[in-house]
């Protein structure tokens, strides 16, 4: 009975939790703290089965005071401390005598500059925030909680947010990815609606005779050419801007198209067109590679996928998370046959099909 009154409650104040890890990524503690060294490694090692207090450890110098922490963010030392707590009691700290550090998560993913950095997308998810606000005006009219207007020029420093948000997460998925599809077999590659464009980097980067094309919209691809710059890809990968809802796509130009988180923005008969408009594009024999996530049957599951569901109901005007059999019957009415799924991880699938 405890344990289900807990669970209620806690899932009315967890936003105070996200509320957390957003100011700790945004306030730059993470970084702060990395300049403090790595953990102790008994603090390390039982990062899972305990929680980060060790008050004892006499003479213990690593990491750094609340105070010092507050007087180098520009803080309330008072706050901040109680602030600091909060992040050892989601483990993000570790706290020892006194001083604060990063635990092996933190270090793993909030340092900017790690190679699995995620800080772009905790940031994302704060940013869309307000969207949330409006869950319930969106379940009682079943519109979107946007507010910018189509024809309006989008913030710059919004767009970069989202695209960075993107390649965090793509970064990690793209290994897995990899290890899903054949692309050693693929010549020409349209990576449709790439964003940031690290899909196209990776299969390019496995495969050195793969030339890629990043097709999306004007403003993402500047930060697409970035990271295909940092990449040293620019002789092989390139980007076209253009909108594949209002414009056809070359034929029979491709031998693979990618179309990777983007039907989840749209409802399925644009999804259709679209999938029809990559048929035109490929060459005989070539394959339409959809990665996204998946709904179960009941669509009650896998938790994340329902939940970014949602996530479109309130971000796009008609999008949503679909399930495996929607996406096959979709290619299948595009003219696609040979049609595989392979799971990426519990949430999330490649479905192939081919241009016969
Ligand atoms: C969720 S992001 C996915 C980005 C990338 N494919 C990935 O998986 O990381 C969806 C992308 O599709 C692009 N997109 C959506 N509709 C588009 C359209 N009509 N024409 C071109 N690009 C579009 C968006 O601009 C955005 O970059």
New binding site residues.
Partial sequence: MKKDLEYLLELGWAYWKSQVVFTGVELGIFELLKEGGKEPADVAAGFSLRRRTQPKGCGYKGGKESTEIARRLGTDPRAMEMFLNALVSLRLLSKRANRYQNTSVASRYLVRGAAAYQGDRIHHLHNIWPRWEKLQESVRTGRSALEEKEDEKPDPQRVRDFMTA?HNY?QMKAKTLLKRLNVRSFRRLL?L????G??AIAIARKNPRLTAVV???AH?LEIAREFIKGAGLEDRVTTQV????EEELPEEAFDAILV???LH?YDPPTNISILKKCRKALQPGGRVVI?DFLLDESGTGPLYPVFFSLNMLLGTCSGACYRGAEMKEWLFTAGFSGIKTRFLDKDSAVIIGIRG
Avoid: E, K, Q, R
Avoid at 193 to 196: A, F, Q, V, Y
Avoid at 242 to 245: A, E, K, R, V
């Fill in positions: 993107m793509a990576d609606g790439g964003g940031p690290t899909y097709y999306d919209l993402n253009g909108n594949f809802l990777s988180n983007v923005i990665h």
